[in-house]
């Protein structure tokens, strides 16, 4: 498992590192997430599903110990089998206890999803704001992106989240609800963004004292004029389908002098 809480929360966390996982539904209308944190003990927690701000009224797929609390928005999400192992389904087709959907779905099968290419109305989809997303990787660990309305944080808009969690590796990914709404805690870093919500994700890790990657652990390059994506892969050790999938490369053939590639 590793995580960061530089520029927000990012964790990518393996299913044998999981404990627990499941849906906590807020208590009603909506609750803290300091206060969801102190009734469960989760290692991390997050905001999940959309509501209404004004009753708490949860809205989009959402199923809560085996019953359905809400339909509607887009039926992708995550369903957590057994409440330990995160599964991306249609509908909750995999039938598991806590299933939460997301609006929209940012990937799958590894490409943009075709719902989320063209603006959306009520999402702020083209504005740079505060963003919550959830996927999985080809190898199955369960990644999650929280960054928070605020501008010391690199807040994103929705074409730019879908290329962040695809360049973390992810083939399936969803958006939940965010602005305000994006918070999380973790046992190195927390930020509480004030707004009490109707839902969250909590996950128990199998690991006592989770590691936060360095920052040195990340390694960059910038593409000077000349270069090709084969050339810097070699020279760094990695492979193109490795750097393509760092940096959400659709065409391998078209990178640009100055760009900034993340290469480790």
Same mark, same amino acid.
């Given at each position: 498992?590793?995580?960061? #809480?530089?520029?927000? +929360?990012?964790?990518?966390?393996?299913?044998?590192?999981?404990? $627990?996982?499941?849906?906590?539904?807020?208590l009603q209308p909506v609750e803290s997430i300091e206060s969801v944190k102190k009734r469960t003990g989760a290692d991390f927690a997050f905001n999940a599903n959309y509501y209404v701000m004004k009753t708490g009224k949860t809205?989009?797929?959402?199923?809560?110990?085996?019953?359905?609390?809400?339909?509607? +928005?887009?039926?992708?999400?995550?369903? %957590?089998?057994g409440k330990k192992i995160?599964? %991306?389904s249609y509908n909750n087709s995999i039938g598991a206890v806590d299933f939460v959907g997301g609006y929209p779905c940012l990937l799958r099968n590894g490409t943009v999803a075709p719902e989320?290419?063209?603006?959306?109305?009520?999402?702020?989809?083209?504005?740079?704001?505060? $963003? #919550?997303?959830?996927?999985?990787? /080809?190898?199955?660990?369960?990644?999650? $992106?929280?960054i928070p309305d605020k501008t010391l944080y690199p807040r994103k808009t929705i074409p730019q989240l879908m290329s962040e969690m695809k360049a /973390?590796?992810?083939?399936?990914?969803i958006? /939940?609800?965010?602005?305000?709404?994006?918070?999380f805690v973790s046992p190195d870093k927390s930020f509480n963004s004030g707004r009490k919500v109707d839902g969250f994700i909590a996950i128990w890790t199998t690991k006592t004292t989770p590691t936060t990657p360095k920052q040195e652990d990340y390694r960059?390059? #910038?593409?000077?004029?000349?270069? #090709? /994506?084969?050339?810097?892969?070699?020279?760094?050790d990695t492979s193109t389908v490795?750097?393509?999938?760092l940096n959400g490369i659709k065409n391998p053939n078209l990178i640009m002098p100055g760009q900034r590639l993340r290469v480790k």
């Open positions: 498992m590793q995580y960061s #809480t530089s520029g927000g +929360l990012t964790l990518v966390i393996k299913p044998e590192e999981i404990e $627990r996982i499941e849906y906590i539904h807020g809205i989009g797929e959402v199923t809560d110990e085996g019953v359905d609390i809400s339909d509607g +928005l887009n039926p992708y999400g995550y369903g %957590f089998v995160p599964v %991306f989320a290419v063209k603006p959306i109305s009520g999402i702020d989809y083209g504005k740079k704001r505060g $963003r #919550t997303a959830i996927g999985m990787t /080809l190898s199955g660990e369960f990644v999650v $992106r929280v /973390l590796g992810c083939v399936d990914a958006n /939940l609800d965010g602005g305000g709404s994006s918070q960059y390059y #910038t593409v000077k004029k000349g270069d #090709t /994506l084969y050339k810097i892969a070699k020279a760094n490795k750097l393509a999938e």
